[in-house]
């Protein structure tokens, strides 16, 4: 946990922290003084923000992940912007200092939702000498077997191997004449193309490549791409994305039939 000022309501999350088992507690103020106070509170670290970057010096404290929660108890732009790239990507911010009626806040959404920044923190999880590793989509479902990606990778010595999956339309298609009549109708078929599965196949030296914000599939793809070193491993297994309550339902009743 990180909180961001150590005025009474920061020191309160700071001792709320405490009681609900948190390891690892920093706190950050301009005062040297409140910092003080909030390691009486129970703050494991603390940070001058005067002469410190709080985004970098709690990312050193959290081996380059950020904090699973980021308390902003000032609530100006600035402290707020230093608890959001404070945290892990998974984590949390939670703002309790109240902002004037006036402030307002620019962060870029790819900040928010890319992905390069965590694929590069999880690799900082992989064992020294893998030297192929898997990443995944977290909302698909296929039976693909991963042995056969893998072996497709290495044969081909690529950076990073996609899997790759025909696109199926998620509407009706209709052929239609000049004049209007309509000579074929096919519900949801599966169109002459290939889209990203959200399977990876991942060579170690990929991981330099990627950006620490941003998107790997915005950019790191697209780059490889553009080098010849990007391969796609074309599997006609059950796959299906999970992006909805109807995709669940849909799931559910292709995997109660047998299917995947």
Not at 217 to 241: C, H, I, M, N, Q
């Amino acid at each position: 946990v990180a909180v961001i000022g150590c005025g009474g309501v920061g020191d309160a999350a700071i001792a709320g922290s405490k009681l609900g088992g948190a390891h690892t507690i920093i706190a950050v103020d301009l005062d040297d003084r409140k910092l003080e106070w909030a390691r009486e509170f129970g703050a494991t670290h603390t940070i001058n923000a005067s002469n410190t970057d709080p985004v970098e010096a709690i990312r050193e404290l959290t081996g380059g992940n950020g904090v699973d929660v980021a308390i902003d108890a000032v609530g100006t732009s600035e402290t707020y912007k230093q608890a959001f790239y404070a945290r892990d990507l998974a984590g949390t911010v939670v703002l309790v200092g109240v902002p004037n009626p006036e402030m307002r806040i620019d962060l870029p959404l790819l900040d928010v939702f890319g992905r390069g920044g965590a694929l590069k923190q999880g690799f900082a999880l992989v064992a020294e000498g893998e030297e192929t590793i898997i990443a995944c989509n977290g909302d698909i479902l296929t039976d693909q077997t991963l042995a056969d990606m893998i072996a497709s990778h290495g044969a081909r010595a690529a950076i990073a191997s996609v899997m790759l999956t025909p696109l199926k339309s998620p509407y009706g298609v209709v052929g239609v004449n000049d004049d209007g009549r309509i000579t074929s109708f096919r519900e949801k078929p599966v169109l002459p193309y290939w889209i990203n599965a959200g399977i990876y196949v991942l060579s170690r030296s990929f991981f330099t490549l990627l950006p620490d914000k941003g998107d790997h599939e915005t950019e790191t793809f697209p780059a490889l791409a553009d080098e010849g070193k990007l391969f796609g491993f074309k599997s006609e297994a059950y796959w299906r994305p999970v992006d909805s309550i109807k995709d669940i339902s849909e799931a559910e009743r292709e995997l109660a039939a047998g299917r995947g």
